[in-house]
């Protein structure tokens, strides 16, 4: 077996060895930190050795004994390692599989984004405990010190532990709440790895194909829940112009002008049959109206033959869905497409005074873009400046002020 098949592997069967192992014994981060040695044990084992015939309980048996070794150096927990050593004479071996034992990842995403815990907390507790990233490659997709993220990952483990979180599927009520935070919990992995919010990329890979793994694994646990569901379409669809959205120069390239023929239609596909199945029998959610926008730009063979009206009529649902400062921007775009940039104007003037988007590079860019439209060219380059002055994501920065720079040209 290939060195990425068996990383793709040991990345799927590590949320399920530590749920099963929390779910026995507790101790979150004891159980994760055991997790963690197992799937460094098979990285340095299997590719000399071979992938087990049972992988998962390979990977289980080494991970309990990580954690009985460990509580039995801590001589003020004997009682709890009297318990463990017991538990672990019940263990099955590497290539055995307990009949009762079940995939707990949908617990352990829902332990991951426990209420207690900050956004950037439950981010980084998902991939480290459920992604199986390590806290290095963590810490490197978000730009911050590795002792940072191993700092972050720690306090949010021991949120956890003095909240008093149990292992275990909340109620019903409860539960919905915490399905919404993990899903905008992977939505903010994939935007960040679509679009890098700082740095010198514009994507970042890693962080996207995560996202969408994470999102497909949920979508199998939770068939029935339109919402997630929706989500993985949008991913596919959003990611599905990821080839055609940078030129060989690294310049970002817009939606309008980009190349339609190296848009991966398989995704287009699966995405966009996703959502037009959920839509038929789950009441539309954001995520849902997200992917149907996303689906009608990827029906369009060239950008004139794009339905603008049918995205603005989406958009204004998504605005009473779920109101929020950059969905109005993108219904300024699509009204612009539909009525005049004067109209699109009007509606992005409703969110100066908005403390959350007032200062932020991406209401200056559209401003830009619905100025150019609207001919007025001084306004426009100022507007791209700004922009680029406030982003701190390098790629946009160079694509704003290359846009402001064409406006200085004349024209023929």
């Given at each position: 077996m290939g060195g990425g098949v068996a990383e793709e592997l040991l990345r799927t069967l590590a949320p399920q060895v530590l749920g099963t192992l929390v779910r026995r014994h507790g101790a979150f981060d004891a159980c994760e930190d055991a997790v963690q040695e197992a799937l460094l044990a098979a990285a340095v084992q299997w590719p000399g050795d071979g992938v087990p015939e049972n992988p998962r309980g390979w990977l289980l048996t080494v991970a309990?004994?990580?954690?009985?070794?460990?509580?039995?150096?801590?001589?003020?927990?004997?009682?709890?390692?009297?318990?463990?050593?017991?538990?672990?004479r019940d263990e099955p071996g590497p290539d055995e599989e307990r009949p009762g034992d079940r995939d707990d990842t949908l617990t352990l995403l829902l332990l991951c984004c426990h209420p207690s815990l900050s956004p950037s907390s439950q981010v980084a507790l998902t991939l480290r405990a459920v992604g199986g990233l390590t806290t290095a490659q963590i810490a490197r997709a978000f730009l911050v010190p590795e002792a940072t993220m191993a700092q972050r990952v720690s306090r949010a483990k021991q949120k956890i532990k003095a909240a008093g979180a149990r292992f275990a599927m909340p109620p019903p009520a409860e539960r919905d709440e915490r399905l919404r935070a993990v899903l905008h919990v992977l939505y903010l992995v994939f935007n960040e790895g679509y679009t890098a919010s700082s740095g010198p990329d514009l994507q970042r890979t890693d962080l996207t194909a995560e996202a969408v793994r994470l999102a497909r694994a949920l979508h199998g646990l939770l068939p029935g829940d339109g919402e997630t569901a929706g989500l993985l379409?949008?991913?596919?669809?959003?990611?599905?112009?990821?080839?055609?959205r940078t030129g060989r120069d690294g310049m970002l390239i817009p939606l309008a002008e980009q190349d339609r023929t190296l848009w991966r239609r398989d995704a287009i596909g699966e995405g966009t049959a996703l959502i037009t199945d959920a839509l038929t029998w789950s009441p539309p959610g954001p995520y849902q109206v997200q992917?149907?926008?996303?689906?009608?730009?990827?029906e369009a063979a060239r950008p004139e033959d794009t339905d603008w009206p049918q995205i603005l009529a989406l958009y204004r649902l998504l605005t009473h869905l779920a109101p929020n400062p950059m969905v109005t921007l993108n219904e300024a775009v699509a009204l612009a497409m539909v009525d005049g940039p004067s109209a699109g104007l009007d509606?992005?003037?409703t969110l100066d005074g908005d403390a959350r988007v007032s200062g932020h590079h991406r209401l200056a860019a559209v401003r830009a873009h619905l100025l150019e439209m609207?001919?007025?060219?001084?306004?426009?380059?100022?507007?791209?400046?700004?922009?680029?002055?406030?982003?701190?994501?390098?790629?946009?920065?160079?694509?704003?002020?290359?846009?402001?720079?064409?406006?200085?040209?004349?024209?023929?």
């Open positions: 309990t004994r990580r954690l009985t070794d460990q509580w039995r150096s801590e001589r003020a927990r004997r009682d709890r390692e009297a318990a463990v050593a017991a538990d672990e379409a949008l991913m596919l669809l959003t990611d599905a112009r990821r080839a055609a992917a149907a926008i996303a689906a009608v730009h990827a509606l992005l003037r609207a001919g007025d060219t001084r306004a426009a380059r100022a507007a791209y400046r700004d922009a680029a002055r406030t982003t701190t994501s390098l790629p946009e920065r160079r694509y704003l002020d290359s846009r402001a720079a064409r406006l200085d040209r004349p024209g023929p």
